[in-house]
């Protein structure tokens, strides 16, 4: 694929002010900041996702963290959502380091990109349906880019699938009907892609032990090998 034309919609994603409870939300969290980080100068835009243009494998969150993606302008960036995750596709080799800090930190993604279906950071991180579906068109333009490779995707939580099904559907996948309940370790076919189902990689959930570190490796594997990334095993 070109990768201008995803660069275009990451611009584009990232100039976005559509919803105003998340606009005001997001820009009075990048002013007040948190004491630990003083000392940084926000992103508090629309964070776009992150990873190749031709990834095979898709990990789809819900929505960017106040002080994470919000801060360093990089999905799953800055918070502990993201050094299990990226931890976790370091350990299978799809990764280049383990750790995933600022967006110059020289982190690489080996055919899998990073996306989310709200790209703004929501209070008490739960995005309304309305935010939902008003950001949805952003996730189906960057699927139909992302479809000549694409062979796999990884939903992190319940959230993120029940945005995540109608999208595929919107971008050309065969949806199931009814639609595929959300469950961990779910494994639906959409003509030609895998749709896996993973326990979010929240804070509630990894210190809950809800899920644990084995767990997302396990589910991120078989992803992998669905869609043809060769990574440790």
């Known amino acids: 694929m070109d990768s201008s034309r995803l660069d275009a919609l990451d611009r584009r ?12 939300w997001r820009e009075e969290v990048a002013r007040t900041k948190r ?17 190749p243009p031709d990834a095979r494998l898709l990990i789809v969150g819900l929505a960017p963290a106040a002080h994470g993606g919000n ?19 370091y350990d299978l080799g799809l990764a280049s380091q383990p750790t995933s800090v600022s967006a110059d930190d020289g982190l690489e993604l080996y055919g899998v990109r990073v ?11 739960r995005p309304t349906p309305v935010e939902r579906d008003t950001c949805r068109p952003w996730l189906v333009r960057e699927l139909r880019l ?15 699938w029940q945005a995540a099904l109608p999208a595929f559907a919107e971008a050309g996948w065969t949806v199931p009907r009814p639609r595929p309940a959300f469950a961990h370790g779910t494994r639906v076919s959409l003509d030609g892609l895998d749709l896996f189902g993973c326990f979010h990689v929240s804070q509630r959930n990894t210190f809950t032990g809800r899920l644990t570190p084995e767990m ?8 992998a090998d669905a869609a043809g990334l060769p990574g440790r095993k």
């Open 13 to 24: 994603i990232a100039g976005c002010r559509a919803c105003p409870r998340l606009v005001a």
């Open 115 to 125: 996306t989310s279906p709200v790209h703004c950071a929501p209070p008490a991180n």
């Open 146 to 160: 992302l479809r000549p490779t694409l062979r796999a995707a990884v939903v992190l939580g319940a959230f993120g």
């Open 216 to 223: 997302l490796r396990e589910v991120l594997r078989t992803a």
């Open 35 to 51: 004491a630990a980080f003083a000392d940084w100068t926000y992103w508090g835009r629309p964070v776009p996702g992150y990873g």
């Open 71 to 89: 801060r360093t302008g990089r999905m799953f960036t800055g918070d502990r959502s993201g050094d299990v995750l990226y931890r976790a596709l």
